[in-house]
């Protein structure tokens, strides 16, 4: 079977299955942009909820997988479009045949200016069908690239992890992870380089001697040897490489149009942080509507308050994990076990050691966090909770029936160790309103 490529029979399959793929090609397009268009909101929810939940290594892989989306999207759309512009030309052929330059009468100058540039209708439709072709296969070429980045990036961030986290000066380990880091970098610099040059280093012999070990080990890493055939389809047709290329700047032009916004004042930014004069809806629970959106650091429940309480929470994050470290040595654990675990092994976490280390984490936590309302600090003890959007943090709730009617500054503030020495950073100040039913 593997041998039928060669047989005049498979051959005359491949003529008819061309000159037919539009049809496939237009089918896979329509599924594919509504599976995207489908799976694309769901992509950026899940991305911002692991922004919120500190959950590096997800987020990594959804970034990858908006990249690919946002890719295949723009070119799957750009395909539908030129396929449809062309089947509208074959349409028009049907009807008006080729371009009759005698018929329109133009002066000498525009009919061979028009004779020159326009040419053939056919062959305006063989462009087309060309341009179809390549943008639909490009597309999921673009993948593989995206792909291949990701996983070089992968490759140096495990050889760190796993050899350079803590190095040691004169250890096994640095001797081995620094060679390995130092091959991975130089050899993903050189297969850029051989990538945008169209295969320099492969065109020489005594370059192409030393490269060949970097090149096989970076197939591997990159899985180009899935979608190397395609690679080299491109290189040697020059219509293809001239409209690869042409894509490019054709991105750059839309990432830099999606980085685009409208300043609206002189003096304010409508996204600044609640400060005094300043009330950001994400700093209220109640006004985070949108399945995408996440409160970014701490949140009162509501703007106007007309229950006696107001609650505070505070988003969990490790760096805040890694402050109470610095506010209580003790508490720092010999290993770090933050990260990817498994449910495998069960971990006793009911242990009487245990609890002592959560109560005096949470005992550190309330040393360091205090609640303020109009410069007065209120008696605040955080708890471990989920917001509304169930996001992981800490919360408490704090009596304010004693207030009078009106707007009040609600103003969180920590201590911080800084040189030895213990300073107070204010972390929020959010304003609300107190009018009680």
Known sequence: MSEDYNKPAFKKLLQKLQEESWQLELLISGFAIFGLFSAFPALKIALNTTKTNDNFQLGVILIIALSACSILIFNLLLHVLLRGLWIGALGLRYVSGDIDYERLNYSNKFDNYLRKKVGSFDKYIARLENYCSIIFAISFLLIFYVLAYALT??????????????????SILTWIG?????????????????????????????????????????????????????????????????LSFFLVPIYLALLFIITLNYNHSNYFSFEESSGSRIANSENYEDQIIDDSDFISEIAINSKVITNSFVKVFIVYSKFIEDDIYDFNTELK?????????????????????????KNAFFDAFNTMYSVEIDSVTYNAEFILGKSIKKQNGFETYIGIKNLNEGKHLLTVKRKEIKDSDTIIKVDARIPFWYYPD
């Open 333 to 357: 654990p010999e290993k770090d076990e933050r990260g990817v675990t498994s449910n495998f092994i069960n971990i006793d976490l009911g242990s009487t050691e245990k609890v002592k280390e």
């Open 153 to 170: 990036i992968t490759a140096i961030g495990l050889t760190i992890y796993f050899f350079l986290q803590e190095p040691e000066v004169g």
């Open 178 to 242: 620094v060679p390995i880091l130092v091959f991975f970098i130089v050899g993903m610099l050189l297969t850029f380089f051989d990538f945008i040059t169209l295969g320099f280093l492969k065109k020489k012999n005594w370059i192409s001697k030393i490269y060949f070990p970097i090149y096989w080990v970076f197939s591997f890493i990159t899985l180009s040897f899935l979608y190397r055939p395609l690679v080299y389809n491109f290189l040697d047709n020059k219509f293809g490489r001239r």
